[in-house]
């Protein structure tokens, strides 16, 4: 393998002994490790001539001062401006694919595997687009002035990549090519929208990133720009050399000190996967009139004759220009204000970006504490040359080492991620109950295995505690509500030995309109940072318009009710508290058999609502459950006639079954539920798959 292709990959070297029976019984074994860093040296000569030909022994580094073993030098050449391609690599010459066929769906950056030299001599330019941060006609002109440089101004040693924040995760929409034709069809794309269904209209463009309540999760809109940025940065990293990174935003208002913490977490990244961040102001050159335009109402006070409104006016728009300056020059790019030709950003970026050499070594400061390893470059021999390289870095951290912004962000980072952390095991069950004409409490139990959590000693009792974060999208992208959450689980010696065979459960709630969502929730142990992902789509139907069948809620089935004061379920809801968690009856809770396998000793509890939006009194109903054997009905319980017990607010009228399944042999059945209306002669049938355990 070439030294080359050695400055990609992160080497861990364990020292072992060769038999540990060998080893006397009370001698230790130590291990160490060692972490392989490269530097991208960029070395000219007082004309600004990149000087070739230098090794090794050239170079002397140091890392806080210690003198560090250079492992490999690779010189990667680079072709000025207007120069010809690197032999071998002329795009015009390669084969390349209809024009109509779309680019393959992508969740990472392709890594080269070894031997393969893709991106040697190349150029790596990304194009980064936040729809979400851009009104549409800076969308439109950012996307057609790199659709211009694609067309027009792109290099032979050219590699570019399209990264697009959309509907909340961070999507790669084209990996490095030089292919103009499938650049060209990403980016009308993103012009045009998507036609994920086919029917020959492109879908409605992503809408907003993050939902627009006052909910915890949703407190810095910009903090979540950023944490996309860092997430895509770091989707870099393994991708050796240099890279640039052109980031296309309408501004960016840093707003208090928790905004500050990401910038300096995304220019961390940004730094340690040599990555440069050029960032491109999407308005162009603007000329505001002095007392606002069109789009807002005419301002009152002196301020408007004294000249004072048009100069906060001024200042406001500088300093949003501000943070996309600090991005670009903490990390060794450029920023392009108030031009309206956006792709001369691209081009700039690109001409920035000269030959330089992949110095890499292995650091010998190993502790995984997040601090600033300063370095040091300079040439031996008495040669002089201009240098410009990275002045440090900041180490990995170890999750035991995170800070609590540290913590928040690897939750946010995973929430963003299209490829999903799925460390722990989860499952989900959301289930629907009509509230009033038009909103739906939507209940959601997340279960994970007991044996999943890190249990922890801590002032003297054991404890876990799990970390929740999830995002509720409409059908459009558009987030519609959110939960940050805490699960503290306190346990005894009893409950804590229980964890090894008994499930911990997670309960939150949403109030919904009737339509089509999506629901991504991770949950992460606090002690160990696993993290678990699940997402699911559902559909909240509008019963309203139900006529044909009997309108009823979805079917709750659980073989547990439990006190609302249990430590191992405490419900989290995110509802007024004069709404009524219907799943509560007299003071004890329903929990919900996420995964429905009920043990034969149990009894099995059914719970729905059935709806008379019409009705002052209550209609008469009758309802029973069966158990099925494929196409043979093994079990069914007598009838259950409900004549009372319409709530007059919700109009709903609650079913409750409870069933013995001592009598069923264990194995798999279909659960069917029917409810029956004999006055208005409707029914309504609900199937599903249970497992019965002894």
Same mark, same amino acid.
């Given at each position: 393998?070439?030294?080359?292709?050695?400055?990609?990959?992160?080497?861990?070297?364990?020292?072992?002994?060769?038999?540990?029976?060998? =080893?006397?019984?009370?001698?230790?074994?130590?291990?160490?490790?060692?972490?392989?860093?490269?530097?991208?040296?960029?070395?000219?000569?007082? @004309?600004?001539?990149?000087?070739?030909?230098?090794?090794?022994?050239?170079?002397?580094?140091?890392?806080?001062?210690?003198?560090?073993?250079?492992?490999?030098? !690779?010189?990667?050449?680079?072709?000025?401006?207007?120069?010809? +391609?690197?032999?071998?690599?002329?795009?015009?010459?390669?084969?390349?694919?209809?024009?109509?066929?779309?680019?393959?769906?992508?969740?990472?950056?392709?890594?080269?595997? *070894?031997?393969?030299?893709?991106?040697?001599?190349?150029?790596?330019?990304?194009?980064?687009?936040?729809?979400?941060?851009?009104?549409?006609?800076?969308?439109?002109?950012?996307?057609?002035?790199?659709?211009?440089?694609?067309?027009?101004?792109?290099?032979?040693?050219?590699?570019?990549?399209?990264?697009?924040?959309?509907?909340?995760?961070?999507?790669?929409?084209?990996?490095?090519?030089?292919?103009?034709?499938?650049?060209?069809?990403?980016?009308?794309?993103?012009?045009?929208?998507?036609?994920?269904?086919?029917?020959?209209?492109?879908?409605?463009? *992503?809408?907003? +990133?993050?939902?627009?309540?006052?909910?915890?999760?949703?407190?810095?809109?910009?903090?979540?720009?950023?944490? %996309?940025?860092?997430?895509?940065?770091?989707?870099?990293?393994?991708?050796?050399?240099?890279?640039?990174?052109?980031?296309?935003?309408?501004?960016?208002?840093?707003?208090?000190?928790?905004?500050?913490?990401?910038?300096?977490?995304?220019?961390? +990244?940004?730094?340690? %996967?040599?990555?440069?961040?050029?960032?491109?102001?999407?308005?162009?050159?603007?000329?505001?009139?002095?007392?606002?335009?069109?789009?807002?109402?005419?301002?009152?006070?002196?301020?408007?004759?004294?000249?004072?409104?048009?100069?906060?006016?001024?200042?406001?728009?500088?300093?949003?220009?501000?943070?996309?300056?600090?991005?670009?020059?903490?990390?060794?790019?450029?920023? &392009?204000?108030?031009?309206?030709?956006?792709?001369?950003?691209?081009? =700039?970026?690109? !001409?920035?970006?000269?030959?330089?050499?992949?110095?890499?070594?292995?650091?010998?400061?190993?502790? +995984?504490?997040?601090?600033?390893?300063?370095?040091?470059?300079?040439?031996?021999?008495?040669?002089?040359?201009?240098?410009? /390289?990275?002045?440090?870095?900041?180490?990995?951290?170890?999750?035991?080492?995170?800070?609590?912004?540290?913590?928040?962000?690897?939750? @946010?980072?995973?929430?963003?991620?299209?490829?999903?952390?799925?460390?722990?095991?989860?499952? &989900?069950?959301?289930?629907?109950?009509?509230?009033?004409?038009?909103?739906?409490?939507?209940?959601?139990?997340?279960?994970?295995?007991?044996? @999943?959590?890190?249990?922890?000693?801590?002032?003297?009792?054991?404890?876990?505690?799990?970390?929740?974060?999830?995002?509720?999208?409409?059908? /459009?992208?558009?987030?519609?509500?959110?939960?940050?959450?805490?699960?503290?689980?306190?346990?005894?010696?009893? #409950?804590?030995?229980?964890? #090894?065979?008994?499930?911990?459960?997670?309960? #939150?709630?949403? #109030?919904?309109?009737?339509?089509?969502?999506?629901?991504?929730?991770?949950?992460?142990?606090?002690?160990?940072?696993?993290?678990?992902?699940?997402?699911?789509?559902?559909?909240?139907?509008?019963?309203?318009?139900? @006529?044909?069948?009997?309108?009823?809620?979805?079917?709750?089935?659980?073989?547990?009710?439990?006190?609302?004061?249990?430590?191992?379920?405490?419900?989290?809801?995110?509802?007024?508290?004069?709404?009524?968690?219907?799943?509560?009856?007299?003071?004890?809770?329903?929990?919900?058999?996420?995964?429905?396998?009920?043990?034969?000793?149990?009894?099995?509890?059914?719970?729905?609502?059935?709806?008379?939006?019409?009705?002052?009194?209550?209609?008469?109903?009758?309802?029973?459950?069966?158990?099925?054997?494929?196409?043979?009905?093994?079990?069914?319980?007598?009838?259950?006639?409900?004549?009372?017990?319409?709530?007059?607010?919700?109009?709903?009228?609650?079913?409750?079954?409870?069933?013995?399944?001592?009598?069923?042999?264990?194995?798999? /059945?279909?659960?069917?539920?029917?409810?029956?209306?004999?006055?208005?002669?409707?029914?309504?049938?609900?199937?599903?798959?249970?497992?019965?355990?002894?």
């Amino acid at each position: 393998m070439s030294a080359y292709l050695r400055g990609c990959v992160v080497i861990l070297i364990l020292l072992t002994t060769l038999h540990a029976q060998q =080893q006397p019984p009370d001698k230790p074994i130590f291990r160490s490790s060692s972490l392989l860093i490269v530097e991208t040296v960029t070395v000219k000569d007082k @004309e600004g001539r990149p000087i070739e030909g230098l090794s090794a022994k050239d170079f002397t580094l140091t890392e806080d001062g210690e003198p560090q073993t250079i492992s490999f030098v !690779e010189f990667q050449r680079l072709p000025g401006p207007g120069a010809g +391609a690197p032999a071998g690599a002329d795009p015009a010459e390669a084969p390349r694919p209809p024009a109509t066929v779309p680019p393959p769906t992508q969740t990472q950056i392709a890594v080269p595997p *070894p031997g393969d030299t893709r991106y040697r001599d190349r150029r790596l330019i990304v194009l980064y687009f936040d729809p979400a941060a851009m009104p549409p006609p800076d969308q439109m002109r950012a996307y057609t002035n790199a659709l211009k440089f694609v067309d027009s101004q792109m290099g032979p040693a050219d590699l570019l990549a399209i990264i697009a924040f959309q509907r909340g995760a961070v999507r790669v929409r084209q990996d490095f090519t030089d292919n103009r034709a499938l650049l060209r069809e990403v980016l009308q794309t993103l012009i045009f929208g998507d036609d994920q269904d086919g029917d020959g209209v492109p879908d409605p463009l *992503p809408g907003t +990133a993050f939902g627009q309540d006052e909910g915890e999760f949703n407190i810095f809109n910009t903090d979540r720009q950023l944490a %996309a940025l860092q997430t895509a940065v770091t989707m870099l990293q393994p991708v050796p050399g240099q890279k640039s990174l052109i980031y296309f935003a309408s501004g960016l208002r840093l707003n208090g000190t928790d905004n500050q913490a990401q910038l300096r977490a995304t220019v961390n +990244a940004a730094v340690r %996967a040599n990555v440069a961040i050029h960032t491109i102001d999407a308005r162009g050159l603007v000329a505001t009139p002095p007392l606002g335009d069109a789009t807002r109402p005419s301002p009152g006070g002196i301020g408007m004759f004294s000249g004072r409104f048009a100069d906060t006016m001024a200042t406001n728009f500088q300093r949003s220009q501000d943070s996309l300056y600090a991005l670009a020059k903490d990390t060794g790019g450029r920023a &392009m204000f108030d031009y309206n030709d956006l792709s001369a950003g691209i081009v =700039q970026a690109a !001409e920035s970006m000269t030959s330089y050499y992949l110095v890499g070594y292995y650091s010998s400061h190993t502790a +995984a504490d997040g601090r600033f390893r300063r370095v040091r470059v300079s040439l031996n021999g008495g040669l002089e040359a201009d240098l410009v /390289y990275r002045q440090g870095y900041f180490g990995e951290k170890a999750y035991a080492k995170f800070t609590a912004a540290d913590k928040e962000r690897q939750l @946010e980072d995973a929430l963003m991620l299209e490829d999903p952390i799925t460390d722990i095991p989860m499952a &989900m069950e959301v289930n629907y109950f009509q509230l009033n004409r038009a909103q739906y409490f939507v209940p959601v139990a997340v279960k994970i295995p007991g044996s @999943e959590l890190a249990l922890a000693k801590r002032g003297g009792a054991q404890r876990t505690v799990i970390d929740f974060i999830g995002i509720v999208k409409d059908d /459009y992208g558009y987030t519609i509500q959110n939960v940050r959450d805490k699960l503290d689980i306190r346990l005894n010696e009893d #409950t804590a030995a229980q964890l #090894t065979t008994r499930p911990i459960q997670y309960e #939150t709630g949403f #109030t919904l309109l009737p339509g089509k969502y999506v629901l991504k929730l991770l949950a992460r142990d606090a002690e160990t940072g696993r993290i678990g992902t699940y997402q699911a789509s559902f559909t909240v139907p509008n019963l309203l318009r139900e @006529e044909r069948r009997v309108p009823i809620s979805t079917i709750v089935l659980g073989s547990q009710r439990v006190p609302l004061t249990d430590s191992l379920y405490t419900v989290k809801q995110k509802i007024s508290a004069d709404d009524v968690n219907p799943l509560v009856f007299d003071g004890q809770k329903l929990i919900p058999s996420v995964t429905r396998v009920f043990s034969r000793s149990r009894e099995l509890h059914v719970f729905l609502q059935a709806y008379q939006r019409t009705a002052t009194v209550t209609q008469p109903l009758v309802a029973f459950v069966s158990f099925y054997r494929g196409q043979v009905k093994v079990f069914e319980t007598p009838p259950l006639a409900v004549s009372d017990g319409l709530d007059p607010r919700t109009k709903a009228v609650p079913l409750r079954f409870s069933l013995s399944l001592a009598e069923l042999p264990p194995g798999q /059945y279909d659960c069917q539920v029917t409810v029956l209306d004999p006055t208005g002669q409707k029914a309504a049938f609900w199937q599903a798959p249970i497992v019965l355990v002894p």
